[in-house]
């Protein structure tokens, strides 16, 4: 018999199947599955938007044949998480970085007889809006000619946000199509695809829930928002917010939110309004960080533009998977570089954005860079530091220098 390409464990799945019949039921989580897809047989594709920490547990378990899902390869460095998800035979893949084994594992996975998932945005997204979608990702659906089941999560970005760190009760509810079967992959063009799958796995969560207006059960629906808003509408000020329980402000000029229990913005005290909601203010805060950036570079600053002080950092061990503390360090922004300061150390580490692979958000306060081959982990001094923001930088720089293939896809410049 010929050796599976990312075998399970059946225990482990059963385990797994277990915790999820129990987690789906508790959080009263609904799924909305047509006969196309009960019926549908392995192999097929399951391409859907991406929002919370439990997505592919909770998409997965839904459907009637098992899926293999692509992770980030960040997911892999617990030990304890690497050990469920190997067993579960999830194939890991680099953030951002052009990676062909990756193709060849999902080939092989297909040409086996079962089913791959894959979020195409990416990224968990942090707004609840479905970010934009790489084009290469209908090239991958014409290379496997196989079905495409596309499961959209709604409700998702209140639930189970990726800026907070526990969930919140409300009401959640995935909604499974066929999209495509193996005839119209075959018979449509990779544009005509695109333009298909882009509309279908679409979700925009703010105007989902202006008409649903579910209630948030929870006392901490302001907490950790400052993972996704880190620029003060009032004072410009860049990750100096603190957050706790319903309400968040800025530390610099007082600007205040309270979040009502449909999760939309109010202000505290009395004052101007500047967004009901996450969506708005963060897409604005972006394209203000964008021209902030761009206006630095054309006037050759040599200055820091921001820094992360006082922050942990661990690197990637020779062997990929581990990593280790190598010491507290103030993070560095500049136009050309990052600057890795060691505080209790006469030790500095460049990192020239010319030779930075990739840099992107994990969980959290987590950020990672890849740097010649090897991961950085940089974790912020206390909840609530911004990763994004080192993420919106590096790709203006990356544009600017003209080092388009660095680009991440999600990110609209």
């Known amino acids: ?29 609904k799924a909305r599955i047509p006969e196309s897809v009960k019926n549908l047989k392995a192999p097929y594709l399951v391409l859907g938007n991406h929002v919370g920490y439990w997505d592919p547990f909770i998409i997965g378990y839904f459907l009637p044949e098992y899926t293999h899902f692509v992770s980030s390869d960040a997911a892999f460095r617990n030990p304890v998480i690497r050990f469920f998800l190997t067993k579960l035979g999830t194939i890991p893949k680099r953030k951002s970085i052009k990676d062909t084994k990756v193709i060849r594992d999902i080939i092989s996975v297909i040409e086996q007889g079962e089913n791959i998932g894959i ?16 084009p290469s990702i209908s090239k991958l659906i ?12 709604k ?42 799958f882009s ?5 925009d969560e703010v105007e ?6 579910n209630v948030i059960h929870s006392r901490k629906r302001a907490e950790y928002i400052n993972h996704a808003l880190y620029l003060c509408p009032e004072c410009k000020s860049i990750d100096n917010f603190s957050a706790k329980g319903n309400v968040f402000y800025c530390r610099s000029c ?12 109010e202000r505290k005290s009395f004052g101007y309004l500047y967004f009901d909601n996450i969506r708005d203010w963060f897409y604005l805060e972006n394209k203000q960080l964008i021209k902030f950036i761009t206006k630095k570079i054309k006037t050759d600053c040599r200055d820091i533009i921001f820094e992360d002080i006082s922050s942990k950092v661990y690197v990637e061990a020779k062997n990929k998977k581990d990593l280790f503390f190598t010491g507290f360090a103030d993070i560095k922004l500049y136009t050309d570089k990052i600057v890795i300061d060691y505080t209790n150390k006469n030790n500095k580490i460049i990192l020239p954005f010319s030779d930075i692979q990739t840099i992107n958000p994990q969980v959290n306060e987590r950020l990672e860079i890849y740097y010649n081959n090897t991961a950085y982990r940089i974790i912020g001094n206390k909840p609530g530091i911004s990763a994004i923001k080192w993420e919106i930088a590096a790709n203006v720089i990356w544009k600017l220098s003209g080092q388009y293939s660095k680009l991440s896809s999600y990110i609209n410049l």
């Open 119 to 134: 979020f195409a945005e990416a990224t968990r997204n942090w707004s609840g809006k479905t970010q934009k979608i790489d």
């Open 1 to 29: 018999m010929k050796k599976k390409h990312y075998p399970t464990s059946l225990f482990i799945r059963f385990i797994t199947h277990i915790v999820f019949t129990l987690f789906t039921k508790y959080y009263g989580i």
């Open 254 to 265: 007082g600007y205040d939110i309270y979040i009502n229990r449909y999760g939309f913005f």
């Open 142 to 153: 014409k290379l496997l000619k196989v079905p495409v089941v596309v499961p959209v999560l």
């Open 199 to 203: 509309k279908a796995v679409f979700h």
């Open 208 to 213: 989902y829930q202006r008409n649903k207006m």
């Open 155 to 196: 409700g998702m970005n209140l639930f189970n946000p990726r800026w907070a760190y526990k969930i919140r009760r409300t009401n959640v509810e995935i909604e499974y199509k066929l999209l495509f079967t193996e005839a119209d992959v075959i018979k449509l063009s990779a544009n005509e695809i695109y333009d298909k």
